[in-house]
């Protein structure tokens, strides 16, 4: 049976990141749609409008504008966030919500303090100061991070260092609501990447039990979309 993906890039990413995966849906007969969220990707200059609403209001319009009716929406690590208030906006055309190597937070968290520990969060806003509101890793950090499985020379390394932008610093400062989200009935599933560097795989068990689910694991570093998109688009199709 055909089904219909929406895909949520995660910090400093854009709907670009999801190509491979697309790719491999479609084949099989499924229809996708990945997101730019304001202040990423071909919306990198809306990078001031960038707010946990903001992200989620862009998705429900283009799950809207799309047509879809009964999306399975995946989120990557920062979208963790903006998936459970996309479910809020529009329940009726979200079917299964899927978090991917994602953050999820407590009613009134933030991303700062959810993911972040703390000696680490004073440099996380000195570079935001530091670039007028927005983070930008150094690349042998994003590379670290964020595709680990890769080698740093691979074209699929290279190709996103190009395509990365900085990331707009509101969104993981805002507290977020969530006990909206919790009293929801939708259907959810965990991915956890086993060789992940960013959310690492205990912390991964704990946002997958605050859920009320049993994560799903795959041998993969955080962007199993770039490094593992075949094993990825198998485990989706699964849902």
């Given at each position: 049976?055909?089904?219909?993906?929406?895909?949520?890039?995660?910090?400093?990413?854009?709907?670009?990141?999801?190509?491979?995966?697309?790719?491999?849906?479609?084949?099989?007969?499924?229809?996708?749609?990945?997101?730019?969220?304001?202040?990423?990707?071909?919306?990198?200059?809306?990078?001031?409008?960038?707010?946990?609403?903001?992200?989620?209001?862009?998705?429900?319009?283009?799950?809207a504008l799309a047509g879809f009716s009964r999306a399975i929406v995946v989120g990557h690590s920062m979208a963790g966030v903006v998936i459970p208030k996309v479910?809020?906006?529009?329940?009726?055309?979200?079917?299964?919500?899927?978090?991917?190597?994602?953050?999820?937070?407590?009613?009134?968290?933030t991303l700062l303090a959810t993911q972040i520990p703390a000696p680490a969060r004073p440099l996380l806003r000195g570079l935001a100061r530091a670039g007028g509101?927005?983070?930008?890793?150094?690349?042998?950090?994003?590379?670290?991070?964020?595709?680990?499985?890769?080698?740093?020379?691979?074209?699929?390394?290279?190709?996103?260092?190009?395509?990365?932008?900085?990331?707009?610093?509101?969104?993981?400062?805002?507290?977020?609501?969530?006990?909206?989200?919790?009293?929801?009935?939708?259907?959810?599933?965990?991915?956890?990447?086993?060789?992940?560097?960013?959310?690492?795989?205990?912390?991964?068990?704990?946002?997958?039990?605050?859920?009320?689910?049993?994560?799903?694991?795959?041998?993969?570093d955080h962007g199993p979309m770039l490094s593992r998109p075949d094993e990825l688009a198998r485990l989706l199709a699964k849902v």
């Open positions: 049976m055909s089904k219909q993906f929406v895909f949520v890039h995660g910090m400093s990413h854009g709907a670009w990141c999801w190509a491979a995966v697309q790719a491999r849906l479609e084949r099989a007969g499924h229809a996708t749609l990945a997101v730019d969220l304001p202040g990423h990707g071909r919306r990198a200059h809306e990078w001031r409008r960038a707010s946990v609403a903001a992200y989620a209001r862009a998705v429900a319009d283009a799950i479910a809020e906006l529009v329940p009726a055309r979200v079917a299964h919500l899927v978090f991917l190597a994602a953050v999820v937070l407590s009613d009134g968290g509101g927005a983070v930008q890793y150094p690349a042998v950090v994003e590379h670290a991070r964020w595709m680990s499985g890769l080698a740093p020379g691979d074209p699929r390394v290279v190709e996103a260092l190009t395509h990365l932008t900085p990331q707009p610093f509101r969104p993981w400062a805002e507290r977020v609501p969530m006990r909206r989200f919790y009293a929801l009935a939708v259907p959810r599933t965990y991915i956890r990447c086993l060789r992940d560097a960013a959310v690492v795989p205990a912390q991964a068990a704990e946002y997958a039990a605050r859920l009320g689910v049993r994560p799903v694991d795959l041998d993969s």
